[in-house]
């Protein structure tokens, strides 16, 4: 092979132009082109100490803490007033006092929705709810009287159990889609990463200590949903970088996954702030300005739940599903046998498997006829190919040509032009 004749790891190195200089780019530039070849996959097992510490203390924030059932599932009677000044007006402590004073029982909560004020405590008899208006209506003067409403324990406890059927059916038919849409051990990353979501969501609202009500049962599924989606946008990603990928040699299937997951990451951070933006400002507004109980609930367990929900479809999903993978027998024979021709080539390559470096030289066999006229008979021409970050031709260039060496076209003249004679 003449020298003027690209070799394979030339042809790879001009391949990858584009990429090595991308290399030489900014952070951000290098995250929104995908060309950052960020080496994700690598940590992963620093991912999974965080996500179990994470898990293990919501557990037990859930276990010790324990939740604050709304009256919708714990049962109970509600109280609403607006007061004669308006709900800003009065003390919540002052209000529970009064009613706890006139009924006899312990007031769960006193909370302000807009211009009215909402009582909850157990449930209470008719006598007791005729006293606690009465004593409320003296103290406060409502406007429009006090309203009264009473859920039995029994209903509120078949509502608790409806709720978690439905999330044990989510969880299923999640499964089951993703091993028929994917495979089995894509279908395993996913139901983890909807679990780890979920736990950690609920061991924050445990902490928080927000009412349980329909509406947090609402914002459950529907950033599991969401973390679903973000998760299945890298899988489709992942998919198409390792088809038939144990067919080449260029890629382990980590480095295609690790590929895929940079291509994707600038969009699964876009989605998630456009998507967290509004609901930090359904947080603001209900807590802040409305007071409002609803919106409060739903706004908090779908910003906690969207942020890791983003975290997990990166960091556990692909990671779990990555981990299984590799204990396939093809992936495992597919991987040593990429491993053993970069040693043997002496390439050094990124996270995401394009090569970067060479270690040592390329040896070229002589052409037999170079070889004959340089008189010496089978000797390589050896040449060093640099492909370390900014030294990548650019892409279209021609290699430079050394002057004077056997094996080339032509030799040069005084003035670096050929003198035409080839070598025979």
Request: zero cysteines.
């Amino acid at each position: 092979m003449s020298i003027d004749e690209p070799t394979p790891a030339a042809v790879s190195t001009a391949a990858t132009g584009d990429k090595q200089y991308g290399r030489q780019a900014g952070f951000l530039s290098r995250l929104s082109t995908g060309t950052g070849a960020f080496p994700i996959l690598r940590h992963r097992k620093v991912y999974y100490v965080v996500s179990t510490v994470l898990v293990v203390g919501s557990i037990l924030l859930i276990l010790i803490r324990g939740f604050h059932y709304g009256i919708d599932f714990a049962g109970g009677t509600t109280l609403t007033f607006e007061p004669a000044g308006g709900a800003g007006s009065v003390s919540t402590s002052q209000v529970a006092q009064t009613v706890t004073s006139a009924t006899g029982v312990e007031v769960e909560a006193v909370q302000t929705v807009g211009t009215q004020v909402q009582v909850t405590s157990p449930s209470l008899t008719v006598d007791q709810v005729v006293a606690a208006k009465a004593a409320l209506g003296t103290a406060y003067s409502p406007a429009g009287g006090v309203s009264d409403s009473a859920v039995s324990e029994t209903w509120g406890s078949e509502i608790l159990q409806r709720a978690l059927l439905g999330v044990v059916v989510f969880l299923i038919a999640v499964a089951a889609f993703l091993w028929i849409r994917y495979e089995k051990r894509m279908a395993a990353g996913a139901v983890v990463s909807v679990l780890h979501d979920l736990i950690i969501t609920a061991g924050i609202y445990a902490l928080v200590g927000f009412e349980v009500t329909p509406s947090t049962v609402i914002g459950l599924l529907t950033i599991l949903g969401f973390s679903l989606y973000d998760t299945v946008v890298v899988y489709d990603k992942v998919q198409e970088n390792t088809k038939g990928l144990t067919s080449l040699n260029r890629r382990t299937y980590t480095e295609a996954a690790n590929l895929a997951i940079n291509q994707t990451l600038m969009r699964s951070i876009n989605t998630s702030l456009i998507a967290l933006l509004p609901v930090a400002g359904l947080l603001v507004a209900g807590v802040a300005i409305l007071g409002s109980g609803t919106l409060k609930d739903l706004s908090l367990v779908m910003l906690i739940g969207m942020l890791v929900g983003a975290y997990s479809s990166v960091f556990i999903a692909v990671p779990i599903a990555v981990d299984l993978k590799l204990r396939d027998p093809a992936i495992k024979t597919h991987t040593a046998r990429v491993e053993a021709k970069r040693k043997a080539e002496g390439l050094i390559v990124d996270a995401d498997g394009d090569p970067i470096a060479r270690t040592g030289t390329v040896v070229a066999p002589a052409a037999p006829a170079a070889a004959a006229s340089s008189g010496t008979s089978g000797v390589a021409t050896a040449v060093r190919l640099d492909l370390k970050a900014g030294a990548a031709p650019k892409p279209g260039a021609k290699p430079v040509r050394p002057a004077g060496k056997s094996g080339s076209r032509g030799s040069s003249g005084p003035a670096g032009r050929p003198t035409g004679k080839r070598g025979r």
